[in-house]
């Protein structure tokens, strides 16, 4: 397990890049090089040059990330392209003495760390002119002899005795590497992918064949034609304050008063506890049902809604124990107090007694503004209102309780708006917000000392508690759902918030691409997200409640095979490979196969993917596409988590978020 102190650095809210991290960077991706052209004017017949350069794959992001390089370097040096690369380089020998104070400061890791040894013997020579002499020159040749490339067949023919020097020996630092050293390494030679295999095609509801997180072994498991087997359940169940903050938001509290000419009064009493969801949250709802040891039952009321409710005395009683244990905090438990009064009259077949119905009449007519039927006020038109009790001094006692409110109540908007001001016209704004009743007022006001974050608006009856303060939302409200994380569609939601954010952190929305993208995930959010009936585990789950439907069996073909954090390096960087190892208390190391000299260290179980690899470059960013593909990684490693693989709608958004990573990325 990582020690405390090797996540302790907190990224910097600047947008000027970690000294270690460019120094990673370069380990990857830098180069120290001397170059010597023919030059006819020149004594010698050559001009000698030194160049520090980074290269990166061409696309906006990268674009973005070697212009944070050249900010890092005070703005010295120059981006080109060629075919498929940019590359950042200085030249200037002023400007070399920024490069050469910085890895001295903080040293290169690899073995890249001799060829800039020796750079700076060159730097000196020519900062001292003895360049422009024949011995100073070929004491150049010397050093260039022992560069990846060499001395070129010119310079050998012209200068065929020359010695090359004995290469230092690399000795490697012992100490532990620095997490931004390694966040920098990654961005330059380290992959998150989502590896997918195809196989022939399986029904869903039978024997469902799947590789392991851990093996490459395929075992068959058994999907038998139950709600719960197909839903995305996270590894832990429901925390108990979700569910009351879900209930504040969602849930109600209600009681039945019907004509039955057989009872004693003439009336049959019901109390009971109901929570209505679109049909997309169908999955969540069976969560909840089965956090209460599965009392109760699942209906469709009507088209497009799924209702859970549980109306037995006796299944109550697990109602009533939760909520006495983890009690409501909106007036909403005014309600559950009123009907909980009824239910233990039902118990103890007190409402058979007419002083009692009538005191049932009186709390009726306040539950949930339910009032009573017309039938039932003509037939007691003098019945008294009861007292509606007004909740006071509601405090959040955990914080999972905000994560179930916010399920039920909160949004999170991504606005476009004209603005004259910048590059592109337009510019965004991301806001998350609350809203509630005003009775609820009190309680929407804590949130501001609870995030630390505002404001609060009120307009008529109606409370919004909101946050647009970018820094915020980077700081307070994306880290607190990741830590108590939102259940059922609208954490699809959070994620494309949470992409947007990264996005514009990484200045992505300055740029036309940028922005077309940030435009195309705001099109798909709330009320744009797309529910596929014919496809989604929903629709699949919301006909085994309706058998005599004839739903046709669907088959799929694409299996996920194991999320995985790579790195890949030369064989004489194989120190290095271990010394992450360590650092980091994960991975393993892969040898080369035969006749190849790379070797890689691979991260593949999925307690070390969520528990060190996700947190490390969560609290160390990293850059450039590269975090576009984190974050899919990121979103990937949930469905799994979240069992979405064994669903044809989890299975595609896997297939499709693999093949669009890395290589398969377009711009």
């Avoid at 020796?118 to 002899?145: D, P, S, Y």
Wanted: with cysteine; charged share 25%; hydrophobic share 35%.
């Amino acid at each position: 397990m990582v020690t405390q102190n090797f996540f302790s650095t907190k990224s910097s809210n600047k947008s000027e890049l970690h000294p270690w991290f460019v120094t990673g960077y370069t380990d990857g991706e830098g180069s120290f090089s001397i170059r010597m052209r023919k030059k006819l004017n020149s004594s010698l017949g050559y001009q000698v040059s030194l160049v520090y350069s980074i290269v990166a794959e061409q696309n906006p992001l990268n674009l973005i990330l070697l212009e944070k390089v050249k900010e890092y370097f005070k703005g010295e040096g120059s981006i080109s392209k060629s075919a498929n690369m940019y590359s950042y380089e200085i030249s200037a020998v002023n400007s070399l003495n920024l490069v050469k104070e910085h890895f001295e400061n903080y040293p290169l890791q690899t073995t890249k760390a001799l060829h800039f040894k020796l750079w700076c013997e060159v730097l000196e020579i020519i900062k001292k002119k003895e360049h422009l002499t024949e011995e100073g020159f070929i004491k150049i040749l010397t050093i260039k002899a022992v560069f990846p490339r060499g001395l070129s067949a010119s310079l050998l023919e012209l200068y065929p005795n020359v010695v090359p020097i004995n290469k230092p020996v690399f000795v490697p630092s012992e100490e532990k590497l620095d997490p931004n050293w390694i966040v920098g390494f990654t961005q330059a030679d380290g992959t998150f992918g989502l590896n997918y295999i195809k196989q022939s095609r399986m029904k869903l509801g039978y024997t469902l064949g799947i590789c392991g997180l851990n093996s490459k072994t395929y075992a068959p498991i058994k999907v038998q034609s139950q709600l719960r087997k197909f839903s995305s359940k996270r590894d832990n169940e429901l925390h108990p304050w979700f569910i009351t903050g879900f209930t504040d938001g969602e849930g109600s509290f209600f009681i039945s008063i019907t004509k039955n000419n057989n009872l004693k009064l003439g009336w049959r009493v019901q109390t009971g506890f109901a929570i209505e969801l679109h049909e997309k949250d169908l999955v969540l709802l069976e969560k909840i049902k089965a956090f209460f040891n599965g009392v109760g039952d699942i209906s469709i009321p009507r088209e497009g809604i799924v209702r859970y409710r549980v109306r037995s005395l006796k299944e109550l009683q697990i109602i009533i124990n939760h909520f006495d244990n983890y009690p409501l905090i909106t007036q909403k438990k005014a309600d559950y107090d009123l009907f909980k009064q009824v239910y233990f009259m039902l118990n103890k077949k007190e409402h058979l007694i007419i002083e009692n119905f009538n005191k049932i009449l009186s709390i009726k007519d306040l539950i949930n503004k339910g009032g009573l039927s017309e039938e039932l006020k003509k037939a007691y038109p003098d019945y008294i209102p009861a007292y509606r009790p007004l909740i006071t001094n509601s405090k959040i006692q955990n914080p999972n309780w905000l994560a179930g409110f916010t399920a039920a109540e909160g949004c999170f908007l991504i606005n476009l708006m004209k603005s004259d001001t910048h590059k592109l016209k337009e510019r965004v704004n991301l806001k998350f917000n609350i809203t509630q009743h005003i009775r609820d007022e009190e309680l929407i006001s804590s949130f501001v000392e609870y995030l630390d974050c505002k404001n609060v608006y009120k307009q008529g009856e109606i409370v919004d508690f909101w946050v647009s303060k970018f820094e915020d939302i980077i700081n307070k409200i994306i880290p607190f759902f990741e830590k108590y994380p939102i259940e059922g569609v609208k954490y699809k939601d959070f994620e494309d918030f949470r992409t947007v954010a990264y996005l514009m952190k990484n200045k992505a929305h300055l740029t036309f691409d940028g922005l077309e993208q940030i435009k195309k995930i705001k099109a798909g959010m709330n009320k744009g997200r797309i529910f596929d009936k014919d496809s989604s585990e929903n629709y699949v789950e919301k006909n085994l409640y309706n058998p005599s439907k004839n739903t046709q069996k669907r088959t799929y073909c694409s299996l996920i095979s194991q999320p995985q954090f790579r790195i890949t390096q030369h064989e004489r960087d194989l120190i290095v490979l271990n010394r992450i190892i360590e650092s980091m208390s994960c991975g393993t190391l892969v040898k080369p196969g035969e006749g190849r000299d790379r070797y890689t260290i691979s991260v593949a179980n999925l307690k070390d993917l969520t528990e060190i690899v996700i947190p490390l470059f969560k609290t160390h960013p990293i850059y450039g596409a590269k975090l576009a593909d984190f974050l899919d990684f990121c979103e990937g490693l949930y469905l799994i988590k979240m069992k979405a693989h064994l669903t044809p709608e989890g299975l595609n958004k896997l297939h499709d978020l693999a093949k669009g990573m890395n290589t398969g990325r377009k711009f």
